[in-house]
């Protein structure tokens, strides 16, 4: 049903595949695994000018990374963002440890990684002949399909569908180029190599998938304070779910009088914007760790605290 389509988007990868990047120039799966990990909800740009190398020199193999502390991942990682991705992994590593699991159900069985990872870091490491299913892969699925709405199963089966068993490496690493570039939320169903099969194109294909109504972000609003000591500066390591591990300010204290008002800061998160407004005040608190400016450069901060303590700075 799709032969001629697949030999198009051979041939469209053959010519227009981002055959440079560098996680398609290995089969590494310790490699291919962090390019993933880092490249969901991220550009290819941020993960490839700023992080994929800077992590991998740092932690060259499973092993490396499974024996460093939680505080040199996080550190790496810091500016990323979604956090979580990088405790997932780290935390993954060492039950693997040191070689990568082979299988698609070794890999789904590591924390963090989910069916689509699994199939991506299979099929292009071991060639393993399964579909993948990235936001930009979903987006042209609905699109082929003419499907407006469906759950991770129906849109699982669509893949397997839609799949090309002879060439599963360069179909799953074109899907991911011409969702990005072509079949992107712009669609260009001209030069697209699909539209000779796609239902959507023959339609509007921006009806597909149905829009989602935005929901309002809801605004978080905290105090942060930057407590000083004999030339140090206090921070407490998170311990929450969110941020978990990284070091920052305290937020909510009770307000202390003879505290400074810096400002406020704003950090919006994907669930929630926050307002902090920061005071400053010097005060030894007992359960609260005191390091020097050139110490903090060690550790890693989110956001929001770089912000609160560049008021700090001024």
Known sequence: MFKQVHQNIQLWYQKNGRHELPWRQTDDPYKIYISEIMLQQTQVKTVLERFYFPFLEAFPTVEDL???????VLKKWEGLGYYRRARNMHEAVQTVSPVMPRSVEGLMAMKGVGQSTAHAVASFAYQTKVPILDANVKRILYRVFAVKKANEK?????AYDFFDKKNPYEFNQALMDIGSTICSKKAQCRVCPLESACLGSDLNPHDYPEKKIKKVVPVREHSLYIYTYQNKIALEQRK????????????????????????????????F???????????????????SINELEDLALSSADYKALSLYLK
């Open 154 to 158: 129906q849109l699982w089966q669509m």
């Open 66 to 72: 499974a024996n460093a502390k939680l505080d040199e």
């Open 273 to 291: 914007h926050l307002h902090a407004k920061v005071y400053t005040c010097e005060l030894y608190v007992a359960r609260l760790v005191y390091f």
């Open 240 to 271: 929450g779910e969110f941020l978990h591990g990284l070091w920052g300010f305290p937020l909510n204290e009770n307000q202390d009088f003879n505290a400074k008002d810096l400002g406020e800061i704003i950090q919006k998160y994907t669930h």
